[in-house]
């Protein structure tokens, strides 16, 4: 019966050329590090999965989408679990796909002919934090909302096109009903196909080149090495097994933070991103006045542009790390600024709010335009 279902298929499925690729020698020199690819992918499909249910319940209008969070937590079945694994999910991803780019840069494996799956993945980094920041308006609690007026103001900053793409991230002059709208669709509908447009590129590209293992293996190596099933697949699993169980005791027994509802005329709160923009929010401190595009935009979009250009910046063959003097040295720049930055940012004091000094009257006209800036984070006040 087997036999006539293997056939079967056989003649309508190209199973056996299949089962020859997915056997086909890895690298031997192939870790427990080439599992963060198969970690990020399961955690993008995660984030698909748990994100399924909670648009089920969720509600995209400032009139309800708080108090149907507050719902799915509190009384839809498993809804705090799966809320909770979508949360801890999205920071877990960043964290993966981060470590993921960076492994690529120590073993040197973005250089040819694997240019395309490096670009492919600064794309995917990006769309990650796109969806983190997508994400952030979703609960329309006071961070939720205050946080999305201070992004759409750094986006205001771009030269030229800047307050068009405010108006545009907003839907408007200011952060309501049209922008929540708006964030929800991204982040739900558009982000999610490109997300996974990508991820299909970047594994076929993988799979047609090949994986790169450590720099210098000889093809002698290469025959010897294991094969992708069942060895690497075994190993992704145990990793991907060890990820899922972290992430549901971080389900379990760590809530999700909410603040009390988004109110547009509290002038005097201070907002702050999630963790994973830290960086970019202590950044902001260190440039004041006519040198605030300086941290909103172009170091910023330098970093991203070198980000692209990395594997056409260096055309000699694959080296360890440790025989990359300047790879090495700007790396553990750029990773410890990250870091530092990060920690400086949890650290930092709350800011102190203009409003908070502010005369009655000051406060009403506050009160009356939310697309005011009254922060000092680093950013004027707009005339």
């Known amino acids: 019966m087997k036999e006539k279902i293997t056939e079967f298929l056989a003649e309508r499925i190209p199973i056996r050329s299949i089962e020859t690729h997915v056997k086909k020698p890895l690298p031997k020199h192939i870790n427990w590090l080439f599992s963060l690819g198969a970690m990020a992918l399961f955690l993008l499909i995660l984030q698909a999965a748990t994100g399924a249910f909670l648009a089920i319940y969720y509600s995209p209008s400032p009139d309800h989408a708080y108090n149907s969070l507050n719902y799915i937590s509190k009384e839809v079945p498993f809804g705090g679990f799966v809320r909770g694994l979508h949360h801890w999910g999205a920071s877990a991803m960043v964290i993966v796909v ?7 840069v120590v073993y040197d494996s973005y250089k040819a002919p694997r240019e395309l799956t490096w670009i492919v993945g600064v794309l995917l980094l990006l769309v990650v934090l796109g969806f983190g920041f997508t994400g952030y308006l979703l609960p329309w609690d006071q961070k939720a909302y205050w946080a999305t007026v201070v992004g759409a103001k750094i986006a205001s900053t771009v030269p030229i096109i800047g307050d068009a793409i405010g108006r545009i991230m907003r839907g408007g002059e200011e952060v309501g009903a049209v922008t929540l709208t708006r964030f929800y669709a991204i982040h739900t509908i558009w982000l999610p196909w490109i997300a996974f447009g990508l991820v299909g590129l970047h594994l076929f590209l993988v799979r047609h080149i090949g994986s790169s293992g450590l720099p210098k293996n000889t093809p002698k190596d290469m025959d010897a090495g294991k094969p992708f099933y069942p060895d690497q697949l ?3 699993s145990v ?19 909410t603040e009390e509802i988004a109110d547009p005329t509290d002038a005097s709160y201070d907002p702050r991103p999630e963790w994973y923009f830290l960086f970019l929010f202590q950044l902001l401190k260190y440039f004041e006045g006519r040198f605030e595009v300086v941290g909103t935009f172009v170091i910023p979009t330098v970093a991203i542009l070198l980000l692209f250009l990395v594997p056409f910046l260096s055309r000699k063959e694959r080296l360890p790390i440790h025989k990359r003097p300047v790879a090495l040295t700007v790396t553990s720049i750029s990773v410890l600024s990250l870091i530092s930055l990060t920690i400086l940012g949890l650290r930092s004091p709350r800011l102190d709010s203009t409003a908070s000094t502010a005369s009655e009257a000051d406060q009403s006209k506050v009160h009356r335009s939310t697309d005011t800036e009254v922060f000092d984070f680093g950013l004027e006040e707009e005339n």
């Open 239 to 257: 990793a991907i097994l060890i990820l899922f169980g972290v992430l549901v005791v971080m389900a379990l027994f760590v809530p999700v933070p």
């Open 234 to 236: 075994f190993e992704d």
């Open 98 to 104: 981060f470590l993921h780019l960076l492994r690529v």
